[in-house]
Each structure stands twice: as structure tokens, then as C-alpha cells.
């Protein structure tokens, strides 16, 4: 059996996992903005990072998680300049920022639940260390990384490549290119620099979420937060920092110019990203109407999907491909998930079942060595870079001799007593444990309704009636009646 290996995004290769603490792995993953209901890239990266946490627990790590909410400081457009996220739609519900960030932090909490994900061992908030944050821009001035302009204190990227540093180096970009891209954009005056990134920005008398600071009233920078928070409860440097691909520039870029300006050391010994998804080959966005949220897919409220998906189906479709590709959702990939979820979980309910009679028969050394085999190539699969869509195909063989030995077509005394515990025990936990699946009700499941149930708590919060008659139908459709469906929707309305 191999040991494990992870494609590090900063060498671009794959390398052997040696934690910096002998037993011991501090991963961060960057978590949501809560501005809004979380989205299903973010679902496929926080999967990978509950697998991975399964998976490090697993093998014998101690595992310190550590996974941040952004209450503040993030906005529109990822850039220094314009609203920010959760200000701008408090403004637009007529909201506290913090009512915002509660119930966008609820729904969080809820889609992760209903996907099985583990629990974090920590999760910070941005506005609970502003003082870790105004510390750390106290430094890096002190450090002459920064500089203050016109009450707010921005990075300075020459001042840190003066220092042998190579900022670009996570994503590739080059100095020069960045330099090109940017130089025309407007609100540049204040910086020495097109590239100087904010890490303290002064607020406008409007702005809603504003704290003092010794330049002024104004907000931290969004990138400063994950430096403090990873810094403070992992150290200085650190095992793993995961999030999506579209978060290694500027976001993970500037934490890494962050938390060497501050300590001096390279923060991070392993950068780890999930890939895009896509629908029906073209990349999942709002603009072209192909985004679907959680509650849809378990409702099938969606016009582009045919029928509702459990979220045990999704996360088995997920775990089909390996985290670092491309994923592309339709109805066809989603059926067939569906399928093999469904024969995976009868063959689970039934591994439970199965006990060992010995009996005189022959030892069959051709099935006894397939199902070893197996096991270790499951094992070699997850090792190989977290290869879940491998590891899978290892478990629908393991499947195989699961359902043989229930229909009476392999005696358990033909593998021997050993090996059909290895079978039984292992099965069970590579499913449960590892890959985080879990048996299910019936189509029309808790889930799956409270699914349903949710979305029209969002129509109706949102004043869009425009979906009622078609939750009406999938309830008629489930065996509902009118008036169940409305005292279900009206209790859970009330909750």
C-alpha cells in the first residue's frame, strides 16, 4: 500500500503527505460569505475537505480543522473597491448585517447537515478577530510591507518582492502580466502600486459595517482574515489550506504575501484546490440560468432538472470524480448516480446483516485474494490524491462478493473467517466513514421535503409566488393532499 499523496498547487506535482507535527495535520479551508444561500461549488469543495478530514482522521491523524465564516470585509467583485457583500443585501432586505449573516450562517450549517459533512474542530468568524487582524496591519507597517493612503493601508507588492519574495507564484501569474491587466482600472489613485491589494480600507459615511481603527473607521481587508485565523489556531506554518479554484487569485495569492510578511516563514506546506462545474458542458453561473442551488436539486424545482435527488445521491455524484477535475452536472450523470447509490446502499444494509458460519468447504483463493486486492486498492485510490472516483469503482467489486455470499452464492468459510470480516468491516467503512454516505428513505424523504420546504420559505420571504403551483404538483405528485401540504408548509413556515 502506497502512502498518501496530494497535488500541492504551489509545486504543481504530486507529493508524499508528511505533516510538519509527526501525527498531527492543521488544515484550513476557506469557508462561505454569508450573503447569500450557499451554492454547489462551495459543496464540492467543502466535500473534498470533509473526505480528507475523514480520511487524515482515518489513518491515524489528529486532526485540527479549522474552516472560517466571512461576516465582513468581502466585496462586490472580489476587488479593494465597491459594497460590501453583506452590507449591500442588508441594504436590500431592509436587514441588520447580522440578521444577514445569521441566517445566511443557518442555511450553511443546514445544506452541510443534510450532505453529512463533519463538523469543523474550529470555525472563526472575520468580525471576532478584528483585533487579530488590526494587529497584523500594525506589523506589516512596522515591516514597511504597508502603507497607509487616505485612511486606508494597503500590501506593498514591490516592497515585498524586493524582499526575494515571488508574489504570483501560487497561480502563475506573472509580475508584469498582472501589471498590464490592471493598470487601467479606476480607483487606483491612492495606491503606490495597481497591484497593492487593501488589508484596512477606510468607509465611506454610508457604509454600514465599519470599526476604529488607528487609521480611521473603515473595515479589514478580506484576505487579511484567513492569515489571522489560520495563524492563530494552526501557527505560523501549517499542513493544508484548501478552497476552490477560483480563490488561488487574488485570495490565497495575498494570504501568502500575508503571512510571510508577518512571520517570515511560508505559511502553508500544502495548497489544495477543487475544480469548477460545470451543466451539460458549460460553466455553472447565474447569467446563463444553469445555476441551481441544494434545495433545488432535492426538490427538482429546477426547470433544467428532470426530477428531485437526494443529498446523499448528489454527494455519491460528486464523489465520482476526482476533486481536482472538472464536474459536469446533467440529468443522465445525475440518474446514474442515483442508480448506483441506490445498489451501493442495498449492498450496505445487507453487509450489516451478513454473519460468518463456519462450514467445510473448500477455500476459494481466486475470490479470497480479489476481495484483499480490492480493499488495498481502495486504499491506494485515496492515497493516489484523494481518487474517490477510483476508490468507488473498488467498492462496487467489494459489492459484488457482499451480494454473493447474501444469495447464498459464496459460503463465507470459502474466504475464511479473516477475510470476510475484512469484507464486512471494511465495505461498511469505506462507504460510511471515509466517503461520508449514509442510507436514505424513500424518494419522498424527510430530506428531500424539507428540501422543498425550504425553497418556499424562500419564495415566501422573497415575495415570489411564481413557484407555488409547481410545489403544489410535486406534492399532489408524492401522495399529498392540498391541505397536508399547506399545514406542512405553514408548521414549517412557523419553525
Known amino acids: ?53 475523514r480520511y487524515l482522521t482515518h489513518i491515524g491523524y489528529k486532526v485540527r480543522y479549522v474552516r472560517n465564516i466571512t461576516d465582513v470585509g468581502h466585496l462586490v467583485g472580489d476587488g479593494d473597491e465597491g459594497e460590501d457583500k453583506i452590507g449591500k443585501m442588508a441594504k436590500l432586505e431592509k436587514l441588520e448585517p447580522m440578521e444577514i449573516v445569521q441566517r445566511y450562517t443557518n442555511d450553511f450549517h443546514t445544506v452541510l447537515e443534510q ?12 468580525t471576532g478577530h478584528l483585533i487579530e487582524q488590526i494587529e497584523a496591519v500594525k506589523t506589516l507597517i512596522e515591516k514597511g510591507l504597508a502603507y497607509e493612503s487616505n485612511g486606508s493601508v494597503y500590501f506593498d507588492i514591490n516592497k515585498y518582492n524586493e524582499g526575494g519574495h515571488e508574489y504570483g507564484k501560487l497561480s502563475g501569474r506573472i509580475l508584469e502580466d498582472l501589471l498590464n491587466e490592471t493598470r487601467e482600472l479606476d480607483g487606483q489613485a491612492e495606491k503606490r502600486n495597481p497591484l497593492d491589494f487593501a488589508i484596512w480600507k477606510k468607509a465611506s459615511p454610508e457604509h454600514i459595517m465599519q470599526w476604529q481603527s488607528p487609521w480611521g473607521m473603515g473595515f479589514p481587508g478580506w484576505h487579511l482574515e484567513c492569515t489571522c485565523m489560520s495563524t492563530k489556531y494552526l501557527g505560523a506554518q501549517f499542513d493544508i489550506h484548501g ?31 477543487s475544480n469548477m462545474l460545470t451543466v451539460n458542458g458549460q460553466k455553472m453561473s447565474k447569467s446563463l440560468g444553469n445555476s441551481f442551488l441544494p434545495a433545488e436539486l432535492f426538490a427538482g424545482s429546477h426547470a433544467l432538472l428532470e426530477q428531485a435527488y437526494s443529498p446523499m445521491t448528489v454527494r455519491f455524484f460528486m464523489l465520482q470524480s476526482q476533486y481536482r477535475s472538472t464536474l459536469d452536472f446533467s440529468n443522465d450523470a445525475l440518474k446514474a448516480a442515483q442508480k448506483g447509490f441506490r445498489r451501493l446502499t442495498n449492498g450496505l444494509r445487507i453487509a450489516k446483516t451478513l454473519t460468518f458460519e463456519p462450514a467445510e468447504v473448500a477455500t476459494d483463493e481466486k475470490k479470497k485474494q480479489d476481495i484483499e486486492k480490492s480493499i488495498v486498492a481502495f486504499y491506494d485510490a485515496m492515497n493516489d490524491d484523494l481518487n474517490t472516483a477510483v476508490a468507488i469503482a473498488q467498492l462496487f467489486n467489494l459489492l459484488k462478493y457482499v451480494n454473493m455470499i447474501y444469495m447464498n452464492q459464496l459460503q463465507p468459510a470459502a ?61 399532489k405528485a408524492n401522495g399529498m393532499s392540498i391541505k397536508d401540504m399547506k399545514h406542512r408548509i405553514d408548521w414549517a413556515w412557523e419553525e
Open 1 to 53: 500500500m502506497q502512502n498518501l499523496k496530494i497535488y500541492n498547487t504551489l509545486t504543481r506535482q504530486k507529493e508524499e503527505f508528511k505533516s510538519i507535527t509527526p501525527n498531527h495535520v492543521g488544515m484550513y479551508v476557506c469557508g462561505p460569505t454569508v450573503y447569500n444561500n450557499v451554492h454547489l461549488g462551495n459543496v464540492r469543495t467543502f466535500m473534498t475537505f470533509d473526505v480528507l478530514y
Open 115 to 126: 450532505f453529512n459533512f463533519l463538523p469543523p474542530s474550529i470555525e472563526p468568524t472575520a
Open 243 to 273: 478552497g476552490g479554484m477560483d480563490l488561488k487569485f487574488p485570495h490565497h495569492e495575498c494570504e501568502i504575501a500575508q503571512g510571510v510578511g508577518i512571520t517570515g516563514k511560508e505559511p502553508v506546506k500544502y495548497w489544495m484546490h
Open 415 to 475: 474466504i475464511g473467517e479473516e477475510t470476510f470480516n475484512e469484507l464486512k468491516d471494511k465495505f461498511v467503512l469505506f462507504i460510511e466513514g471515509i466517503l461520508g454516505l449514509k442510507e436514505e428513505k424513500a424518494e419522498n424523504s424527510d430530506a428531500v421535503l424539507n428540501g422543498m420546504l425550504n425553497l418556499y420559505r424562500e419564495y415566501k420571504a422573497a415575495q415570489q409566488y411564481d413557484k407555488v403551483d409547481e410545489i403544489r404538483s410535486y406534492f
